[in-house]
Protein backbone atom coordinates (compact mmCIF):
# COMPACT_ATOMS: atom_id res chain seq x y z
CA UNK A 1 0.00 0.00 0.00
CA UNK A 2 1.39 3.79 -0.85
CA UNK A 3 1.90 5.58 1.85
CA UNK A 4 0.07 9.04 1.91
CA UNK A 5 2.38 11.71 2.82
CA UNK A 6 0.48 15.28 3.26
CA UNK A 7 2.30 18.35 3.03
CA UNK A 8 2.91 21.12 4.82
CA UNK A 9 0.49 23.91 3.21
CA UNK A 10 -0.90 21.34 1.11
CA UNK A 11 -4.94 21.91 0.82
CA UNK A 12 -5.97 19.52 2.96
CA UNK A 13 -4.02 20.82 5.77
CA UNK A 14 -5.22 23.87 5.18
CA UNK A 15 -8.68 22.92 5.73
CA UNK A 16 -8.05 20.45 8.36
CA UNK A 17 -7.08 23.65 10.25
CA UNK A 18 -9.75 26.27 9.13
CA UNK A 19 -12.66 24.07 10.15
CA UNK A 20 -10.65 23.15 13.75
CA UNK A 21 -10.56 27.32 14.16
CA UNK A 22 -13.75 27.66 13.33
CA UNK A 23 -15.31 25.27 15.93
CA UNK A 24 -13.00 26.37 18.39
CA UNK A 25 -14.39 29.79 17.83
CA UNK A 26 -17.90 28.99 18.00
CA UNK A 27 -16.93 26.86 21.07
CA UNK A 28 -15.47 29.46 23.19
CA UNK A 29 -16.16 29.67 26.77
CA UNK A 30 -18.52 32.30 26.82
CA UNK A 31 -21.86 33.35 28.00
CA UNK A 32 -22.61 34.80 24.62
CA UNK A 33 -22.08 31.75 22.39
CA UNK A 34 -24.36 29.97 24.17
CA UNK A 35 -27.09 32.78 22.69
CA UNK A 36 -26.47 31.06 18.93
CA UNK A 37 -29.22 28.55 18.46
CA UNK A 38 -28.27 25.58 15.94
CA UNK A 39 -28.16 25.80 11.97
CA UNK A 40 -31.48 24.96 10.60
CA UNK A 41 -31.55 26.14 6.67
CA UNK A 42 -34.84 26.65 4.89
CA UNK A 43 -35.16 24.25 2.05
CA UNK A 44 -34.24 27.45 -0.75
CA UNK A 45 -31.38 28.43 1.03
CA UNK A 46 -29.75 24.64 2.31
CA UNK A 47 -27.53 24.48 -0.52
CA UNK A 48 -26.18 28.24 0.28
CA UNK A 49 -26.87 29.47 3.55
CA UNK A 50 -28.04 28.86 6.62
CA UNK A 51 -29.86 30.87 9.52
CA UNK A 52 -29.83 30.01 13.01
CA UNK A 53 -32.88 29.41 15.47
CA UNK A 54 -34.79 32.51 15.49
CA UNK A 55 -36.01 32.35 19.01
CA UNK A 56 -32.40 33.12 20.33
CA UNK A 57 -30.99 36.07 20.73
CA UNK A 58 -28.02 35.79 18.58
CA UNK A 59 -28.79 34.83 14.92
CA UNK A 60 -25.99 33.76 12.59
CA UNK A 61 -25.97 33.36 9.06
CA UNK A 62 -23.76 31.04 6.77
CA UNK A 63 -23.53 32.19 3.57
CA UNK A 64 -20.24 30.95 1.56
CA UNK A 65 -21.20 32.43 -1.41
CA UNK A 66 -20.39 35.84 -0.29
CA UNK A 67 -16.89 36.99 0.33
CA UNK A 68 -14.58 39.64 2.08
CA UNK A 69 -16.26 43.15 1.59
CA UNK A 70 -20.19 41.75 0.75
CA UNK A 71 -23.37 42.34 2.29
CA UNK A 72 -25.48 40.10 3.91
CA UNK A 73 -29.40 40.56 4.14
CA UNK A 74 -31.14 39.89 6.90
CA UNK A 75 -34.75 39.85 6.19
CA UNK A 76 -37.81 39.96 9.23
CA UNK A 77 -41.40 40.23 8.36
CA UNK A 78 -43.51 42.52 10.43
CA UNK A 79 -46.10 41.17 13.27
CA UNK A 80 -49.65 41.44 11.37
CA UNK A 81 -52.24 43.59 13.17
CA UNK A 82 -55.54 45.31 13.07
CA UNK A 83 -59.40 44.53 13.28
CA UNK A 84 -60.73 41.05 12.30
CA UNK A 85 -63.47 41.10 9.32
CA UNK A 86 -66.72 39.70 10.95
CA UNK A 87 -70.01 37.34 9.09
CA UNK A 88 -70.55 38.11 5.81
CA UNK A 89 -68.81 41.10 5.37
CA UNK A 90 -67.21 41.64 1.67
CA UNK A 91 -63.80 40.11 2.50
CA UNK A 92 -62.35 40.71 -1.30
CA UNK A 93 -59.20 43.30 -1.75
CA UNK A 94 -59.18 43.64 2.04
CA UNK A 95 -55.97 41.36 2.96
CA UNK A 96 -53.57 42.94 5.08
CA UNK A 97 -50.65 44.31 3.57
CA UNK A 98 -47.26 41.73 4.26
CA UNK A 99 -44.85 44.65 5.33
CA UNK A 100 -40.99 43.81 5.61
CA UNK A 101 -38.04 45.09 7.25
CA UNK A 102 -34.55 44.17 5.74
CA UNK A 103 -31.16 45.27 7.18
CA UNK A 104 -28.06 44.69 5.49
CA UNK A 105 -24.75 43.35 7.40
CA UNK A 106 -21.08 44.48 6.18
CA UNK A 107 -18.85 41.37 6.43
CA UNK A 108 -15.37 42.00 6.45
CA UNK A 109 -11.86 39.80 6.29
CA UNK A 110 -10.25 39.83 9.92
CA UNK A 111 -6.75 38.31 10.50
CA UNK A 112 -4.42 37.49 13.62
CA UNK A 113 -0.71 37.19 12.88
CA UNK A 114 1.36 35.26 14.87
CA UNK A 115 5.17 34.66 14.86
CA UNK A 116 6.13 31.24 15.97
CA UNK A 117 9.79 31.78 16.36
CA UNK A 118 12.71 30.00 14.87
CA UNK A 119 13.12 25.95 14.84
CA UNK A 120 16.66 26.69 16.57
CA UNK A 121 15.30 28.79 19.21
CA UNK A 122 12.31 26.63 20.26
CA UNK A 123 13.84 22.60 19.64
CA UNK A 124 10.49 21.95 18.30
CA UNK A 125 9.11 20.04 15.45
CA UNK A 126 7.37 21.94 12.48
CA UNK A 127 4.20 20.24 13.26
CA UNK A 128 4.66 21.15 17.09
CA UNK A 129 4.85 24.54 15.55
CA UNK A 130 1.76 24.83 13.91
CA UNK A 131 -0.23 23.16 16.97
CA UNK A 132 1.08 26.00 18.99
CA UNK A 133 0.04 28.72 17.00
CA UNK A 134 -3.23 26.87 16.56
CA UNK A 135 -3.87 26.98 20.39
CA UNK A 136 -3.02 30.37 20.11
CA UNK A 137 -5.72 31.63 17.51
CA UNK A 138 -8.25 29.35 19.35
CA UNK A 139 -7.61 31.38 22.40
CA UNK A 140 -7.74 34.68 20.30
CA UNK A 141 -10.40 34.53 17.90
CA UNK A 142 -13.29 33.28 20.70
CA UNK A 143 -12.26 36.69 22.70
CA UNK A 144 -12.75 38.82 19.70
CA UNK A 145 -16.08 36.99 18.49
CA UNK A 146 -17.76 37.74 22.14
CA UNK A 147 -16.22 41.29 22.53
CA UNK A 148 -17.82 42.18 19.27
CA UNK A 149 -20.95 41.01 20.33
CA UNK A 150 -20.80 42.41 23.14
CA UNK A 151 -20.02 46.05 21.87
CA UNK A 152 -22.75 45.82 19.22
CA UNK A 153 -25.23 44.72 21.89
CA UNK A 154 -24.47 47.30 24.13
CA UNK A 155 -24.12 50.12 21.58
CA UNK A 156 -20.75 51.41 23.24
CA UNK A 157 -17.08 50.21 23.84
CA UNK A 158 -16.70 51.50 27.42
CA UNK A 159 -13.46 52.28 28.79
CA UNK A 160 -12.45 49.01 30.54
CA UNK A 161 -8.81 47.73 29.19
CA UNK A 162 -6.55 44.93 29.68
CA UNK A 163 -4.61 42.35 27.91
CA UNK A 164 -7.95 40.55 27.28
CA UNK A 165 -9.33 43.33 25.10
CA UNK A 166 -9.26 42.65 21.26
CA UNK A 167 -11.59 45.37 20.35
CA UNK A 168 -9.98 49.10 20.68
CA UNK A 169 -11.42 52.05 22.49
CA UNK A 170 -14.28 53.96 20.72
CA UNK A 171 -11.79 56.45 20.10
CA UNK A 172 -9.60 54.95 18.31
CA UNK A 173 -8.96 55.56 14.65
CA UNK A 174 -9.67 51.78 13.90
CA UNK A 175 -12.57 51.54 15.90
CA UNK A 176 -15.10 51.13 12.97
CA UNK A 177 -13.03 49.30 11.17
CA UNK A 178 -12.50 46.53 13.49
CA UNK A 179 -16.93 46.92 14.34
CA UNK A 180 -17.17 46.46 10.23
CA UNK A 181 -20.63 47.77 11.09
CA UNK A 182 -21.43 50.82 12.71
CA UNK A 183 -21.69 50.38 16.77
CA UNK A 184 -25.68 52.56 17.32
CA UNK A 185 -26.40 53.54 20.66
CA UNK A 186 -29.57 52.31 22.29
CA UNK A 187 -32.41 53.49 21.09
CA UNK A 188 -34.75 55.56 23.51
CA UNK A 189 -37.56 53.09 24.24
CA UNK A 190 -34.43 50.28 24.56
CA UNK A 191 -32.53 52.06 27.04
CA UNK A 192 -32.62 52.38 30.75
CA UNK A 193 -30.69 54.20 33.47
CA UNK A 194 -31.52 52.69 37.78
CA UNK A 195 -32.81 56.02 39.71
CA UNK A 196 -33.04 54.77 43.26
CA UNK A 197 -35.82 52.45 43.36
CA UNK A 198 -36.49 53.21 39.64
CA UNK A 199 -35.68 53.23 36.43
CA UNK A 200 -35.63 56.09 33.81
CA UNK A 201 -36.05 55.73 30.69
CA UNK A 202 -33.22 57.12 27.98
CA UNK A 203 -29.73 57.87 28.80
CA UNK A 204 -29.94 61.41 29.92
CA UNK A 205 -30.05 59.90 33.41
CA UNK A 206 -26.34 59.32 33.22
CA UNK A 207 -25.45 62.93 33.88
CA UNK A 208 -27.39 62.99 37.35
CA UNK A 209 -26.49 59.18 38.27
CA UNK A 210 -24.98 58.63 41.96
CA UNK A 211 -23.31 56.07 44.07
CA UNK A 212 -26.78 54.69 45.62
CA UNK A 213 -27.87 53.77 41.66
CA UNK A 214 -27.04 50.28 41.85
CA UNK A 215 -28.75 47.18 40.35
CA UNK A 216 -31.06 45.22 42.52
CA UNK A 217 -33.63 42.44 41.87
CA UNK A 218 -36.45 45.26 42.43
CA UNK A 219 -35.24 46.22 39.16
CA UNK A 220 -35.61 42.98 37.55
CA UNK A 221 -39.36 43.29 38.72
CA UNK A 222 -39.82 46.66 36.74
CA UNK A 223 -38.18 44.95 33.70
CA UNK A 224 -40.87 42.37 33.20
CA UNK A 225 -43.49 44.66 34.34
CA UNK A 226 -42.26 47.01 31.28
CA UNK A 227 -41.89 43.48 29.05
CA UNK A 228 -45.42 42.79 29.74
CA UNK A 229 -46.88 46.40 29.16
CA UNK A 230 -45.02 46.96 25.94
CA UNK A 231 -47.13 46.65 22.54
CA UNK A 232 -44.51 45.02 21.20
CA UNK A 233 -42.20 43.49 23.75
CA UNK A 234 -39.01 41.63 23.53
CA UNK A 235 -39.51 38.61 22.08
CA UNK A 236 -38.90 35.75 24.46
CA UNK A 237 -35.71 33.70 23.91
CA UNK A 238 -36.73 30.25 22.95
CA UNK A 239 -34.18 27.04 23.47
CA UNK A 240 -34.40 23.88 21.71
CA UNK A 241 -36.43 20.92 24.12
CA UNK A 242 -37.82 23.79 26.06
CA UNK A 243 -41.00 22.32 27.47
CA UNK A 244 -42.38 25.95 28.93
CA UNK A 245 -41.27 27.95 26.47
CA UNK A 246 -45.17 29.12 25.94
CA UNK A 247 -46.42 29.25 29.46
CA UNK A 248 -42.84 30.08 30.77
CA UNK A 249 -41.78 32.64 28.60
CA UNK A 250 -37.73 33.89 29.71
CA UNK A 251 -35.41 36.54 29.08
CA UNK A 252 -31.78 36.64 29.58
CA UNK A 253 -29.74 39.09 31.31
CA UNK A 254 -26.24 39.70 30.81
CA UNK A 255 -24.73 41.18 33.89
CA UNK A 256 -21.62 42.85 34.39
CA UNK A 257 -19.60 41.07 37.13
CA UNK A 258 -19.93 43.84 39.68
CA UNK A 259 -23.55 43.81 38.97
CA UNK A 260 -23.95 40.35 38.95
CA UNK A 261 -22.13 40.36 43.31
CA UNK A 262 -24.47 43.24 43.89
CA UNK A 263 -27.57 41.02 42.96
CA UNK A 264 -26.04 37.97 45.07
CA UNK A 265 -26.03 40.53 48.02
CA UNK A 266 -30.08 40.89 48.19
CA UNK A 267 -31.64 38.54 50.80
CA UNK A 268 -33.45 36.91 48.01
CA UNK A 269 -30.56 34.98 47.15
CA UNK A 270 -31.28 31.11 47.78
CA UNK A 271 -34.61 31.87 45.78
CA UNK A 272 -32.78 33.45 42.98
CA UNK A 273 -30.22 30.40 42.40
CA UNK A 274 -33.00 27.99 43.09
CA UNK A 275 -35.19 29.78 40.39
CA UNK A 276 -32.89 28.88 37.81
CA UNK A 277 -32.08 25.03 38.64
CA UNK A 278 -36.47 24.73 38.88
CA UNK A 279 -36.22 26.52 34.97
CA UNK A 280 -33.75 24.29 33.99
CA UNK A 281 -35.90 21.38 34.81
CA UNK A 282 -38.07 21.74 31.99
CA UNK A 283 -35.47 20.96 28.88
CA UNK A 284 -35.27 17.81 27.39
CA UNK A 285 -31.24 18.57 28.05
CA UNK A 286 -29.32 20.71 30.47
CA UNK A 287 -28.08 23.98 28.40
CA UNK A 288 -25.24 25.48 28.93
CA UNK A 289 -27.19 29.03 29.49
CA UNK A 290 -28.14 27.42 33.07
CA UNK A 291 -24.64 26.19 33.49
CA UNK A 292 -21.79 28.44 35.84
CA UNK A 293 -23.12 31.55 37.75
CA UNK A 294 -26.46 32.27 36.81
CA UNK A 295 -29.73 33.12 38.49
CA UNK A 296 -33.51 33.64 37.72
CA UNK A 297 -36.39 36.49 38.89
CA UNK A 298 -39.22 36.65 37.54
CA UNK A 299 -38.47 35.37 34.23
CA UNK A 300 -35.12 36.57 33.80
CA UNK A 301 -32.18 34.42 34.01
CA UNK A 302 -29.70 36.41 34.92
CA UNK A 303 -26.34 35.59 33.89
CA UNK A 304 -22.42 36.91 35.04
CA UNK A 305 -20.94 38.13 31.92
CA UNK A 306 -17.03 37.79 31.50
CA UNK A 307 -16.23 41.19 30.44
CA UNK A 308 -18.31 44.74 31.53
CA UNK A 309 -19.12 47.83 29.46
CA UNK A 310 -18.18 50.48 32.05
CA UNK A 311 -17.77 54.63 31.90
CA UNK A 312 -16.01 56.35 34.46
CA UNK A 313 -17.06 59.55 36.07
CA UNK A 314 -16.99 62.57 33.48
CA UNK A 315 -16.68 60.25 30.44
CA UNK A 316 -19.04 60.29 27.72
CA UNK A 317 -21.15 57.96 25.75
CA UNK A 318 -23.57 58.03 22.78
CA UNK A 319 -27.44 58.02 23.67
CA UNK A 320 -30.58 58.72 21.59
CA UNK A 321 -32.09 61.41 23.98
CA UNK A 322 -36.29 61.64 23.76
CA UNK A 323 -36.72 64.59 21.23
CA UNK A 324 -34.61 62.08 19.00
CA UNK A 325 -36.71 59.42 19.56
CA UNK A 326 -38.41 59.06 16.22
CA UNK A 327 -34.82 59.09 14.09
CA UNK A 328 -32.65 57.35 16.37
CA UNK A 329 -29.90 60.82 16.19
CA UNK A 330 -27.37 60.22 18.56
CA UNK A 331 -25.91 63.10 21.26
CA UNK A 332 -22.83 62.83 23.85
CA UNK A 333 -23.48 62.40 27.35
CA UNK A 334 -21.20 62.33 29.83
CA UNK A 335 -21.26 60.57 32.91
CA UNK A 336 -21.93 62.48 35.76
CA UNK A 337 -18.35 63.86 36.91
CA UNK A 338 -19.14 64.39 41.32
CA UNK A 339 -20.11 60.33 41.12
CA UNK A 340 -18.40 59.15 44.47
CA UNK A 341 -14.87 57.92 44.07
CA UNK A 342 -14.38 54.47 43.46
CA UNK A 343 -17.35 54.34 41.28
CA UNK A 344 -18.13 53.98 37.51
CA UNK A 345 -21.34 53.15 35.64
CA UNK A 346 -21.52 49.60 34.31
CA UNK A 347 -24.41 48.18 31.01
CA UNK A 348 -26.05 45.61 31.58
CA UNK A 349 -28.14 44.05 28.60
CA UNK A 350 -31.73 42.00 28.58
CA UNK A 351 -31.92 40.10 25.87
CA UNK A 352 -34.88 38.77 24.10
CA UNK A 353 -34.56 36.85 20.62
CA UNK A 354 -33.19 37.59 17.35
CA UNK A 355 -30.79 40.53 18.94
CA UNK A 356 -28.02 40.46 17.27
CA UNK A 357 -27.41 39.59 13.04
CA UNK A 358 -24.02 37.62 12.43
CA UNK A 359 -22.98 36.89 8.87
CA UNK A 360 -20.37 35.13 8.02
CA UNK A 361 -18.22 34.75 4.10
CA UNK A 362 -16.06 32.29 2.98
CA UNK A 363 -12.07 33.26 3.54
CA UNK A 364 -10.35 33.05 0.37
CA UNK A 365 -7.64 30.47 1.08
CA UNK A 366 -10.01 27.82 3.00
CA UNK A 367 -13.74 28.47 1.55
CA UNK A 368 -15.06 27.98 4.78
CA UNK A 369 -15.47 30.80 7.69
CA UNK A 370 -12.26 30.75 9.20
CA UNK A 371 -9.08 30.27 7.51
CA UNK A 372 -5.55 29.24 8.49
CA UNK A 373 -2.35 29.92 6.78
CA UNK A 374 1.41 29.66 7.75
CA UNK A 375 4.34 30.85 6.22
CA UNK A 376 8.04 30.36 6.52
CA UNK A 377 11.24 32.47 5.88
CA UNK A 378 14.76 33.28 7.34
CA UNK A 379 15.43 29.65 4.90
CA UNK A 380 12.63 27.53 6.27
CA UNK A 381 13.94 28.06 9.93
CA UNK A 382 10.82 31.01 11.15
CA UNK A 383 7.26 30.21 10.93
CA UNK A 384 4.83 32.43 10.36
CA UNK A 385 0.91 31.86 10.96
CA UNK A 386 -2.09 33.50 10.78
CA UNK A 387 -5.66 33.01 11.20
CA UNK A 388 -8.51 34.78 9.71
CA UNK A 389 -12.54 35.07 9.14
CA UNK A 390 -14.93 36.78 6.99
CA UNK A 391 -17.39 37.98 8.99
CA UNK A 392 -19.88 41.02 10.22
CA UNK A 393 -22.27 41.87 12.81
CA UNK A 394 -24.90 44.24 13.60
CA UNK A 395 -27.43 44.87 16.10
CA UNK A 396 -30.87 44.32 14.67
CA UNK A 397 -32.93 47.31 14.14
CA UNK A 398 -36.38 48.29 12.98
CA UNK A 399 -39.15 50.57 12.83
CA UNK A 400 -41.70 49.54 15.25
CA UNK A 401 -45.63 51.57 15.71
CA UNK A 402 -45.66 52.91 19.51
CA UNK A 403 -49.02 52.57 19.18
CA UNK A 404 -50.20 55.79 17.68
CA UNK A 405 -49.18 54.92 14.10
CA UNK A 406 -45.88 56.45 13.88
CA UNK A 407 -42.89 53.93 14.26
CA UNK A 408 -40.03 54.61 15.40
CA UNK A 409 -36.65 53.17 15.39
CA UNK A 410 -36.16 50.06 18.08
CA UNK A 411 -33.39 47.97 19.10
CA UNK A 412 -35.32 44.53 18.20
CA UNK A 413 -34.15 42.24 20.99
CA UNK A 414 -32.11 44.15 23.44
CA UNK A 415 -32.52 46.76 26.84
CA UNK A 416 -29.70 48.36 27.71
CA UNK A 417 -29.69 48.79 31.22
CA UNK A 418 -27.10 51.14 32.88
CA UNK A 419 -26.29 51.05 36.78
CA UNK A 420 -23.71 52.57 39.23
CA UNK A 421 -21.20 49.77 40.52
CA UNK A 422 -18.03 49.97 43.45
CA UNK A 423 -14.74 49.08 41.93
Request: proline share 3%; glycine share 10%; net charge neutral.
Amino acid sequence: MAETNVASGSSIAIKHYSAALFANTLKGASAMENLVGPVEPSVAMEKIAGQTLPGMSLVRIDNLLKSAGDIVSLDLVDTVGGEPLMGDVNREGKGSTLSFSSMDIKIDLASKVIDSGGSMSQQRTRHNLREIALAQLSGYFPRLDTQESLVHLAGARGSQTGTDWTIPLQGAANFSSVLVNPVKAPTFNRHFVVNGANLIQGGQQLGSIVSTDTLKISHLDNLRKRLDDMDQPLQSVRLAGDRAAQTSKMWVFLATPNQYSLLLTEGSLRAFQQNAVNRAAYLDTRHPLFAGEVGMWNGILVIKNERAIRFLPSETTRIVTSGNAATAAETDQAINGSLTSGYAVERGLLLGAQALGIAYGKTKISGLQFGWKEHWYNFESNLEVMGEKVCGKAKVRLSVDDGTGAKVPTDFGVIAVDSAVPL
